[in-house]
């Protein structure tokens, strides 16, 4: 079975940085475009980053330059660098599989809590 489990999520402070991690089962994180998503109280989800089988990388305008989302094939686990976070970036936080006619694959999510 194809299991999807984030962590590394908690609270850190304005300025702070958090790592998470995305442990994958059942799939290659090489194989398929791997994303981040997040989504605060009351609003859509929202894609952060993506990184694709082509190691093709992209960010949402707002993480340009703070955030940095790559994978380790040996341990199957996608990461996402998080750096100069702000309360804006307050969310929980998805790890995706785009597996393109075959669908998507999320993750259970993870808390990022940006705080004083």
């Known amino acids: 079975q194809v299991q999807l489990v984030e962590s590394g999520g908690g609270l850190v402070q304005p300025g702070g940085s958090l790592r998470l991690s995305c442990a994958a089962s059942?799939?290659?994180?090489?194989?398929?475009?791997m994303g981040w998503y997040r989504q605060a109280p009351g609003k859509q989800r929202e894609l952060v980053a993506t990184?694709?089988?082509?190691?093709?990388?992209n960010y949402v305008t707002s993480v340009k330059g703070r955030f940095i989302i790559s994978r380790d094939g040996a341990k199957n686990t996608v990461y996402l660098q998080m750096n100069s976070l702000k309360p804006e970036d307050t969310a929980v936080y998805y790890c995706?599989?785009?597996?393109?006619?075959?669908?998507?694959?999320w993750g259970q999510g993870t808390q990022v809590t940006v705080s004083s």
């Open positions: 990184v694709s089988s082509g190691a093709t990388i």
């Open positions: 059942g799939i290659d994180v090489s194989m398929f475009r």
């Open positions: 995706n599989a785009y597996l393109g006619d075959n669908g998507d694959y």
